[in-house]
């Protein structure tokens, strides 16, 4: 929404989205959402969110320069979560 509150845009529905962050370049804000199980991205001017990754995915945190993309994720063997980090455009972790 505007400074003045007008214009208010919704940017994520289920209900169970949770630690939003708003990208450096303030394009986009990426949460992890327990109802679809997963990362997403969504404009700040609303529209369809985009899943960046499934399953197990926890607090997302964005790297200054935007480029990548860090989750905390589980796993069956010890020690049971990891820290992955991605390229945010997309592609296998590094």
């Not at 845009?9 to 992890?32: A, C, H, N, S, W």
């Not at 959402?33 to 404009?43: A, D, L, T």
């Not at 197990?56 to 964005?62: K, L, N, Y």
Request: aromatic share 6%; proline share 11%.
């Amino acid at each position: 929404m505007n400074i003045d509150g007008g214009n208010p845009v919704q940017l994520m529905r289920d209900g169970l989205e949770l630690v939003p962050k708003i990208t450096p370049d303030g394009k986009d804000v990426i949460y992890e959402s327990w109802m679809r199980q997963g990362i997403f991205k969504v404009p700040l001017t609303g529209g369809e969110p985009l899943q960046l990754i499934s399953g197990s995915a926890f607090e997302p945190s964005v790297s200054p320069d935007g480029k990548l993309l860090a989750v905390t994720k589980r796993r069956h063997e010890p020690p049971d979560s990891y820290l992955d980090i991605l390229p945010l455009a997309g592609g296998r972790s590094i």
